[in-house]
T-cell receptor, first 116, second 115 residues
């Protein structure tokens, strides 16, 4: 297993365009999380899935953002009508199901979005 | 609400110096606490963790002790190396059954170690 994979690594888009990012979690990890990290800040939670169910969305996730995990494996995060304020690193993480000690999240390398 | 506060960076040290990065948290209940590290151009990696009061997490010479009385989880290393240069994030996690295991991060502390 190669860990959490995100694609693309970098995306430059013009304001107003739509973009879609993909995350492939570690196999058999039931939980999948999306975070956003702006320059000089720590990651901020956006949303998470348990299998295919989206169980929580942050208020940061405006109606221009939508995330899916249709088969409980990979996930996509779409941003419609991008704005310059959407420029950030988008991080995906996955973790196994359970409440025990070894349920920490593993992060991908992120997708850096630049809106020009 | 839940929050994490870290000392501001950047922190610049000479090789073999002692490192402390302060982290304090606000949370109800009994969160788990983590330190993640982000090397240049890479994703976040778990450095160490502690799941209950007085636990000490350790890895790669780094240590942090979960202090409930002071709501702190300070990161320490006795002798830093140039290869430790990175951004360090303190984070808390509410119990999995509460809020699904999402992490709340501090703002990060950049460490630069000079030879």
């Amino acid at each position: 297993d190669t860990g959490v994979s995100q694609d693309p690594r970098h995306k430059i888009t013009k304001r107003g365009q739509n973009v879609t990012f993909r995350c492939d979690p570690i196999s058999e990890h039931n939980r999948l999380y999306w975070y956003r990290q702006t320059l000089g800040q720590g990651p901020e939670f956006l949303t998470y899935f348990q299998n295919e169910a989206q169980l929580e969305k942050s208020r940061l996730l405006s109606d221009r953002f939508s995330a899916e995990r249709p088969k409980g494996s990979f996930s996509t995060l779409e941003i419609q009508r991008t704005e310059q304020g959407d420029s950030a690193m988008y991080l995906c993480a996955s973790s196994p199901l359970g409440q025990g000690l070894n349920t920490e999240a593993f992060f991908g390398q992120g997708t850096r979005l630049t809106v020009v | 609400g839940n929050s994490v506060t870290q000392m501001e960076g950047p922190v610049t040290l000479s090789e073999e110096a002692f490192l402390t990065i302060n982290c304090t948290y606000t949370a109800t209940g009994y969160p788990s606490l983590f330190w993640y590290v982000q090397y240049p151009g890479e994703g976040l990696q778990l450095l160490l963790k502690a799941t209950k009061a007085d636990d000490k997490g350790s890895n790669k010479g780094f240590e942090a002790t979960y202090r409930k009385e002071t709501t702190s989880f300070h990161l320490e290393k006795g002798s830093v190396q140039v290869s430790d240069s990175a951004v360090y994030f303190c984070a808390l996690r509410r119990p999995i059954y509460n809020q699904g295991g999402k992490l709340i991060f501090g703002q990060g502390t950049e460490l630069s170690v000079k030879p």
